[in-house]
């Protein structure tokens, strides 16, 4: 229900309540057509989804203007919820299969989410800059910073410095690897209490300490 989501986020204006609250039929509808979610998942769709992308925003609240680029969305997470909470922000949605661009598409025009453009391209095609690239894990990590890293641009004006976010579960010191000194990660149930966050984490890379690893590693081959 979506009254989890406001009671995390008590501050949300009525028009930021009543998208949230109109995100689970619209879902609905095009995932009778479309299968974009899993259909066991869609009971639990406002903590799994939902609730889930919007954990990023217990972490940043992005300033006005900022662009952030969702890589690999799949139906629209954590981008379509991250940009009903910050309308001032510009969310672009990248991904290169045809029909999930095609419910995102069709997700933001019918809950009317200006701050949404869609993108049906790969990853390792996009050149666009971006303050902050997130994601909910869609590959191994060091692999989607390797394609990502390219698309952040290093002036920033947020609280934290432009980076990457990746929304991940379960043991990460393995595919984090070579950056993982370089980190920052919050325990995602230290700001919900539902059960299904026990092991889901918040990654942040700065944008500048991927750059410092590449150079290094350039130099070293």
């Avoid at 952030?68 to 991904?95: K, N, Q, V």
């Avoid at 993108?119 to 692999?143: C, L, M, N, P, W």
Wanted: charged residues 25%; positive net charge; aromatic residues 12%.
């Amino acid at each position: 229900m979506p009254e989890r989501i406001f009671r995390y986020f008590p501050s949300l204006s009525t028009d930021q309540k009543e998208k949230i609250a109109g995100l689970r039929s619209v879902y609905e509808e095009w995932n009778s057509r479309i299968n974009v979610i899993s259909r066991k998942d869609i009971d639990n769709f406002y903590v799994h989804h939902v609730l889930h992308s919007l954990a990023i925003a217990r972490v940043i609240s992005f300033v006005p203007s900022t662009r952030i680029l969702d890589a690999g969305t799949g139906g629209g997470f954590p981008g379509i919820p991250l940009a009903i909470i910050f309308p001032a922000s510009d969310f672009f949605l990248l991904d290169s299969i045809e029909k999930k661009i095609k419910v995102v598409t069709a997700v933001a025009e019918t809950l009317d989410i200006k701050n949404v453009i869609t993108i049906r391209r790969r990853i390792e095609e996009e050149k666009g800059k971006y303050d902050f690239v997130v994601s909910r894990a869609v590959t191994a990590y060091q692999t989607f910073v390797s394609m990502t890293l390219k698309n952040i641009s290093l002036q920033g004006r947020n609280q934290l410095a432009n980076g990457i976010f990746y929304i991940k579960g379960g043991d990460i010191d393995s595919e984090t690897g070579i950056y993982r000194e370089s980190l920052r990660i919050w325990e995602i149930k230290d700001f919900f209490s539902e059960t299904f966050f026990e092991t889901k984490k918040i990654i942040y890379l700065p944008k500048i300490a991927g750059n410092n690893y590449s150079g290094q590693r350039k130099n070293s081959c």
